[in-house]
């Protein structure tokens, strides 16, 4: 039994009993208790207990971090976690063996969070009175999937001190994302503006994020070598470096510090027209930061709007989506960037508000991968939509050894995120990989 903090025996039977007791008391307290614990070494990293990526984390022999928040507990709590985890019998080596790194990577995300003010239903601005208050951001939408999925999702960003920041934090906590490396700094937080949108009414979104807390982050604020000490994966999208010239300054900083690392960088191009506003467009900023990157995500328009590139023939608008002439667009991002070994199209087809296809292409340089196509005919919230795909890619490719099923993943969770009021994707891997596997009935599930 490999040894945590101070332990240097076995417990006898009653301190077992009474020890799995209070281990199970405090994995409900904190939302960690769902199937086997498991304690994984890993080169350069502490012993760590980890439960479908809420875990327990040795910093000390008598501190531990749940869910990135420092606790205190008695030591023998973390080893029994672990025995309580094990069934009778199965042999420690190939029970770590056989869930070696299945959900464990650590990804980092760095954005901006939003206060997000929705008018209820469907209402329109100038009718409604009063507004729903949520929280939502791209980077912060992709950890929370993540962490849905069982991954350490680590999110970055610059809030200021007040109320609202802080019970912003303490949702993402309760959601399993860590924010440990977030700082304070700033007066604001941003926030954005929806009426939802119906039939051929589209959607409406109005920011006011000027001078929020990222708007106004700097160089060296973020020490980024912490950041990516043990981690595996690194996203952002194109929102972050819109919002400023410093902030793009800071993302462009945390991109080169991944590749000093070796982390693997994806980035979503996820163009906002409303967002370029401080006299850079899209095209002079962000091919420094995508040279950076392993993986590339965008939409259908995404790479024409930022780096001219469009397939020939295309409209978005007809619904009509035919996937082989986005290879034209991944393989001419690879020529451009050729750090990237793979790129991801989303292509949704927009019959109207309510009702959309969905689908994506994976390119691996070689092979043009096409997911299935999805039938959307009655969406609940689009936003996050692109985020959600984002978030099951990462996923996917770390999970499987299978490109096809990593893009498959992607678009079912995607898919499944429309039917999601809200900003963030509250489905579990096992929800994603039944509708990825052809279950799409709805049937109650008991």
């Known amino acids: ?17 009474s020890t ?19 304690i994984i070494k890993k080169s350069g990293r502490r012993p760590e207990v980890w439960r479908y990526g809420r875990f327990i984390h040795e910093t000390s022999k008598k501190s531990v971090y749940v ?12 080893y029994n976690v672990y025995r309580a985890g094990r069934k009778r019998g199965t042999n420690k080596s190939n029970y ?20 997000r003010l929705a008018t209820p239903g469907h209402l329109r601005f100038s009718q409604t009175h009063e507004f729903e208050a949520t929280f939502g ?37 309760g959601l399993g994302v860590g924010v440990e490396f977030c700082i304070e700094s700033g007066d604001r937080i941003g926030i954005y503006y929806i009426e939802k949108g119906a039939v051929a009414r589209p959607s409406k979104v109005i920011y006011d994020r000027a001078h929020s807390s990222i708007a106004e982050i700097k160089p060296g604020m973020i020490d980024w070598d912490k950041v990516f000490g043990n981690a595996d994966w690194f996203h952002w999208t194109g929102i972050t470096p819109a919002i400023s010239q410093s902030c793009a300054d800071v993302c ?6 991944a590749n000093r690392h070796g982390v693997k960088v994806s980035c979503d191009l996820n163009y906002r027209k409303n967002l370029w506003k401080y006299g850079k467009t899209a095209s002079e900023i962000m091919p420094a930061l995508v040279a950076g990157c392993d993986v590339i995500i965008g939409n259908e328009e995404d790479a024409e709007k930022v780096f001219g590139i469009k397939p020939d023939g295309f409209n978005a608008e007809d619904g009509v989506i035919e996937t082989a002439k ?3 667009v991944a393989k001419s991002l690879m020529e451009r960037f050729p750090k990237a070994s793979k ?19 994976l390119y691996d340089g070689k092979t043009l991968f096409s997911s299935r196509r999805y039938d959307i005919t009655h969406i609940v919230d689009r936003v996050g939509g692109g985020d959600s795909f984002g978030g099951g890619l990462i996923h996917g490719l770390l999970s499987y050894n299978d490109d096809q099923k990593a893009l498959d993943f992607a678009v079912a969770a995607s898919c499944l995120k429309h039917t999601i009021e809200g900003d963030y994707n509250r489905v579990t891997a096992n929800e994603v990989e039944t509708l990825m596997n052809g279950n799409g009935s709805g049937r109650v599930s008991r």
Request: proline share 2%; glycine share 8%.
């Open 96 to 115: 770590l063996h056989k869930n070696k790194l299945r959900n464990m990577a650590r990804i980092i995300t760095f954005g901006e969070i939003m206060l």
């Open 67 to 78: 869910n990135g928040n420092m606790r205190i507990f008695p030591n023998f709590a973390v």
């Open 326 to 328: 986005f290879q034209f």
């Open 20 to 38: 799995i007791a209070f281990a199970i008391c405090v994995s409900v307290r904190y939302g960690i208790i769902d199937y086997g614990a498991k």
């Open 137 to 173: 951001g791209g980077e912060a939408n992709v950890a929370v999937s993540l962490a849905n999925y069982g991954n350490d999702a680590q999110f970055v960003t610059a809030l200021p001190g007040n109320d609202i920041a802080k019970t912003c934090l303490a949702e993402l906590r």
């Open 252 to 257: 462009l900083e945390a991109v080169q510090a």
């Open 1 to 17: 039994m490999q040894k945590i903090g101070a332990i240097s025996k076995s417990p006898n039977r009653y301190q077992q009993l």
């Open 343 to 361: 790129v991801a199209i989303t292509l949704r087809g927009s019959i109207n508000a309510d009702h959309n296809t969905w689908g994506a292409v």
